[in-house]
């Protein structure tokens, strides 16, 4: 249960592009333009339920994409993302 509660909050950082609008001279301006992919917020689960480590998982999120990918590759038959 606390994986889907981690899950839902990180999802509610993914970076959006909303409220964003160009202007006469041609500059798009963005309210919100930084946040936490997609990749991340899947790396940070994966490593944290293998792990049980937040140094790991904050280190797998840096690298997001490329652990996720190693984690399909490298998981156990009883393992879930």
């Not at 409220?19 to 917020?41: F, K």
């Not at 790991?56 to 393992?79: C, D, M, N, Q």
């Amino acid at each position: 249960m606390n994986k889907i509660k981690l899950m839902l909050i990180l999802l509610f950082v993914v970076p959006l592009e909303c409220y964003s609008h160009e202007s006469s001279n041609g500059i798009r301006n963005t309210a919100i333009s930084s946040g936490i992919s997609l990749g991340t917020v899947l790396a940070v689960v994966a490593s944290w339920e293998r792990n049980k480590s937040v140094l790991l998982a904050f280190l797998h999120g840096i690298f997001s994409w490329l652990y996720v990918i190693y984690f399909v590759l490298t998981r156990k038959p009883g393992e879930k993302l």
